[in-house]
């Protein structure tokens, strides 16, 4: 029977099935297990950013401290220079959007952004926000990823930040292909890579301490897989602190035939 565990959310984690791929090449051996506890509950971001103070404090407790400014404007620069630097920032998706971090940097250049989260509180809080940002133009629709309301191709750029961490592999698979229909051109999708070395170091501690909740990580080999399979080539892996920090983006254009 799979080993049931909670977090402090109440959502039920479960044990997956032990599958075992080298990640780090020939003589090192990660099993999948290590990279993260499967979930039963295949979404935890869902419940997470529907309170209101998670939602109220989610920049102070993330992006306050220096090493997270510095990794705020790393994440906003690889966005912009994939999409803006690019020419797709006519018309661009941020989903989820949170409290639109990168939509509000997006739409300061000019982009039109439709930011989308599932949580109203967070997007209560870039409304808040957006009081004291003049003329930019961004709208806000709540949705959840699975199944976004707008036509095919309906944006230049959709860009995903920050969520394929706080959902299973089977859900992030379909996320991919939804954001890849709505998309015309450019995909930004960010990842946690376990074979960095933070990564590594994660997973000892995880061992070590005997958590039961680890976020789970994403091979960059399974992303790029997703995202090939969504209908994307042309692929570029940028590696925010290289192999020392996890944080990963995939940078996706259409495949032209
Ligand atoms: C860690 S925050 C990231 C927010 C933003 N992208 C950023 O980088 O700051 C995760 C967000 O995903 C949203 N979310 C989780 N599951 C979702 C879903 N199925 N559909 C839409 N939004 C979702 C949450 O409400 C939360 O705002």
């Not at 989610?58 to 630097?85: C, H, I, Q």
């Not at 709540?142 to 859900?171: G, H, K, Q, T, W």
Request: aromatic share 4%; hydrophobic share 45%.
């Amino acid at each position: 029977m799979p080993q049931d565990a909670r977090n402090g959310t109440g959502v039920a984690y479960r044990r997956p099935a032990v599958h075992t791929k080298s990640v780090l090449g020939a003589g090192v051996r990660i099993s999948r297990r290590m990279l993260g506890w499967d979930m039963a509950t295949p979404s935890v971001g869902r419940l997470t950013y529907s309170d209101r103070a998670v939602a109220r404090n989610y920049e102070k407790t993330r992006f306050s401290s220096m090493l997270g400014r510095v990794v705020d404007r790393l994440e906003k620069r690889a966005v912009v220079e994939a999409v803006v630097t690019q020419g797709d920032a006519n018309a661009a998706l941020e989903a989820p959007c949170g409290t639109a971090r990168i939509g509000l940097v997006l739409a300061s250049l000019g982009a039109k952004v439709v930011g989308v989260d599932i949580s109203l509180e967070m997007i209560r809080v870039v409304k808040g926000k957006l009081a004291t940002s003049q003329g930019m133009t961004i709208e806000f629709v709540r949705s959840d990823i699975e199944r976004l309301p707008f036509r095919a191709a309906a944006f230049d750029a959709a860009v995903c930040v920050r969520l394929m961490n706080l959902v299973s592999p089977s859900l992030r698979s379909k996320m991919i292909e939804e954001l890849a229909r709505v998309a015309s051109n450019c995909l930004v999708v960010s990842y946690l890579d376990p074979s960095t070395l933070k990564g590594i170091l994660r997973r000892l501690q995880g061992a070590v301490c005997r958590e039961t909740c680890k976020l789970p990580t994403t091979m960059i080999s399974d992303a790029l897989l997703d995202i090939r399979g969504a209908g994307f080539g042309n692929l570029l892996v940028k590696r925010l602190f290289g192999r020392i920090g996890e944080s990963c983006f995939v940078v996706a254009r259409k495949s032209r035939v």
